[in-house]
């Protein structure tokens, strides 16, 4: 593990998936094809990896209900819920970006 705080925090969610992926569960729980349409251009693939590495990294936890088919939903824990202020620091940043650039 990196010795800096800020590649530490990269690490964790410095993908640009994981931050819409973030961003969509800000807002509470959601299954799998729920964030698969909410998130442009992601592929099924990718998203499976980017989940797994959250989970992993204890950011989403994954709960899989025993019906056929399975229903399986993400949620953020504790720790991915922490990461609102950076989230919102970030589209705080691009709305003056957009105000400059027009």
Same mark, same amino acid.
């Given at each position: 593990?990196?010795?800096?705080?800020?590649?530490?925090?990269?690490?964790?969610?410095?993908?640009?998936?994981?931050?819409?992926?973030?961003?969509?569960?800000?807002?509470?729980?959601?299954?799998?094809?729920? %964030?698969?349409? /909410?998130?442009?251009? #992601?592929?099924?693939?990718?998203?499976?990896?980017?989940? !797994?590495?959250?989970?992993?990294? *204890?950011?989403?936890?994954?709960?899989?209900?025993?019906?056929?088919?399975?229903?399986?939903?993400?949620?953020?824990?504790? %720790?991915?819920? /922490?990461?609102?202020? #950076?989230?919102?620091?970030?589209?705080?940043?691009?709305? !003056?970006?957009?105000?400059?650039? *027009?």
């Amino acid at each position: 593990m990196p010795l800096c705080p800020v590649e530490i925090t990269l690490a964790l969610i410095g993908s640009k998936w994981k931050i819409l992926i973030l961003r969509e569960l800000m807002h509470g729980t959601k299954r799998f094809n729920q %964030l698969l349409k /909410s998130i442009n251009g #992601i592929s099924q693939k990718v998203l499976t990896q980017q989940l !797994r590495s959250m989970e992993k990294d *204890g950011l989403v936890v994954r709960k899989v209900y025993p019906e056929v088919p399975p229903k399986v939903e993400y949620t953020l824990t504790e %720790l991915g819920l /922490s990461l609102k202020p #950076i989230l919102d620091a970030m589209y705080e940043w691009g709305e !003056r970006y957009k105000k400059i650039k *027009g």
